[in-house]
């Protein structure tokens, strides 16, 4: 790789967010216009860096250039703005000059980013929206590749991004840290844009391959950020100890085919030590806060499970107990359908068939099939085989993703029969 | 008698920016707004940005419920409008949070046009 590839990569990579953050706090939040700068700002690098050298500074040049591209579009607008004086003034005064130091002071730097996180996050943007831009404004991800990381024809995603940017402007969405009052769940909104990231990697809803690396890479890397920016906050640790912990056990969930492995069956051998261990350490954080919340028992019951040297040495009784507690913060069918296969563990199959039929099987929740594939599991545990081989067709009737296909049919047929 | 106008249309309809056609309707508003303003009935006139920069809030069971979009539903009828000025959407959502009916109904917060805006 040549010189200026690794530099543009590495500047890619480590100043993106940055620049985009404290560009859009000096447009005074106008977002749209900073990621498109700094996105021209990155394309005129591919040109110039490897013809005239790579600069010295490269995030100085990089915020040179997407200034001057940002003046030059509200220099076309009809009325002068308020942020088109801040940034001449910015320019006339350069900061940014080759020889000056790097400032020491990075906290104006973090606080720009946690206020692009928020805006990028707000709830008078469609959800859709949030994930989207959290991905190509605040990760920096290429359109092309959040469209194809969420399933959407490019041209689609342009009109959704585009939708969006332009709500923050025109609506006033306000670029900042919410104040006390709103702040916690403002904060959960953003950490439930981040698992939504996540969650659509781990288990993507379609498609052919069941993981898809791209997306869990991302929100592992959003993880970290919020984390870091949100120090104090229990449930923002919490987030990134859920997700190191889940996303260790990768490599073992998928077989050579990229059929699933159920955690019963998973080569632990296969598990990442290193994340276990940043995960593990990073809930201790989280814990220490004593301010529980549903992404610190999350982490806490994958926790357990990346404790176990084996499926049968799992802790079940502390994970049911767990998910009863996560019944109580967040009440849902998903996380009762959770709980009933961790009761049925520590308890035995029909006191977990029971929880089941607790639940109001709605047509949504008949259509959701976990629902299935777990009652199908609790059937050929307690030996009703006719049972599970039913609960098992429409599980299968169910599943988009090809993979998880293949797995439930040979789950099927060992449990349908019995072992 | 007092009487408000609300006026509507379906976005792309009607003529487009640029086109001599929207030119001439243009010209007509000013004619139709200006002869309303010579006869003292009018007491205010403002055009709203587009639907898309809207925001509905709702609050049930103490909680708000903060939507993109106008998405009212079909059978809540429009009963009142507010213009206030505030420095930014989470401010006029504070407010719309405030208004008595949004426990039972919706309040849309809709910016006004960016020229509206300006003036």
């Known amino acids: 790789m040549s010189e200026a590839t690794e530099a543009l990569e590495r500047a890619y990579r480590d100043e993106w967010t940055t620049l985009v953050a404290v560009l859009a706090g000096q447009l005074g939040g106008d977002v749209g216009l900073a990621e498109e700068t700094v996105a021209d700002a990155f394309a005129a690098a591919v040109v110039e860096w490897p013809a005239r050298g790579v600069p010295a500074r490269p995030g100085a040049w990089l915020t040179t250039v997407a200034r001057r591209r940002a003046i030059d579009r509200l220099r076309r607008e009809a009325t002068r703005s308020a942020a088109l004086d801040r940034l001449e003034t910015l320019m006339r005064d350069d900061d940014t000059t080759a020889d000056a130091p790097e400032p020491p002071d990075r906290s104006g730097i973090d606080d720009d980013r946690l206020r692009l996180l928020f805006t990028c996050c707000h709830p008078a943007l469609a959800l859709e929206a949030r994930v989207a831009l959290t991905l190509r404004v605040v990760a920096g991800l290429e359109v092309a590749g959040v469209a194809r990381a969420l399933l959407t024809a490019e041209t689609t995603m342009y009109q959704r991004l585009g939708r969006a940017k332009k709500k923050i402007k025109a609506a006033r969405i306000p670029y900042r840290v919410p104040a006390a009052p709103e702040l916690s769940d403002r904060v959960h909104g953003v950490l439930h844009v981040i698992h939504l990231v996540y969650n659509e990697g781990h288990v993507a809803s379609a498609g052919d391959d069941l993981v898809r690396v791209d997306l869990c890479r991302e929100a592992l890397r959003l993880g970290r950020l919020v984390a870091e920016l949100l120090r104090d906050d229990a449930e923002a640790l919490g987030l990134l100890a859920f997700l190191l912990l889940t996303d260790a056990r990768r490599a073992a969930r998928t077989d050579a085919e990229g059929v699933p492995v159920s955690l019963e069956d998973q080569d632990r051998g296969r598990w990442d030590a290193e994340l276990i261990a940043e995960g593990t350490e990073v809930l201790g954080r989280a814990l220490g806060h004593r301010s529980p919340g549903q992404f610190q028992v999350q982490a806490a019951i994958a926790a357990l499970h990346a404790e176990a040297p084996h499926w049968d040495a799992t802790d079940w009784p502390q994970i049911a107990a767990l998910y009863g507690e996560l019944a109580r913060l967040v009440p849902s069918p998903v996380v009762t359908i959770n709980r009933a296969a961790a009761v049925a563990m520590a308890d035995g199959p029909h006191v977990g068939l029971a929880v089941l039929d607790g639940l109001v099987v709605d047509d949504r929740l008949e259509r959701y099939q976990p629902l299935h594939a777990t009652r199908a599991e609790l059937l050929a545990r307690a030996g009703d085989h006719d049972g599970a081989a039913a609960a098992y067709r429409r599980a299968i009737e169910l599943t988009e993703n090809a993979a998880e296909r293949t797995a439930l049919e040979a789950r099927s047929r060992r449990g349908g029969t019995g072992r | ?119």
Do not use: C
Request: glycine share 8%.
């Open chain 2, 1 to 119: 008698m007092k009487y408000m106008l609300l006026l509507r249309f379906e976005l792309d309809a009607g003529p487009a920016e640029g086109t001599p056609e929207f030119d001439a309707e243009m010209a007509k508003w000013g004619e139709v707004m200006g002869e309303l303003a010579q006869t003292g009935s009018m007491i205010a006139a403002h055009g709203l940005d587009t639907e898309a920069t809207a925001t509905t809030v709702r609050v049930r069971d103490d909680e708000a419920l903060v939507t993109d979009g106008p998405f009212a539903e079909t059978k809540e009828s429009f009963f009142s409008y507010i213009i206030i000025d505030v420095p930014d959407l989470d401010t006029a959502l504070g407010w719309a949070k405030k208004m008595p009916n949004v426990t039972y109904g919706s309040v849309e917060v809709r910016p006004l046009s960016a020229h509206e805006q300006d003036a």
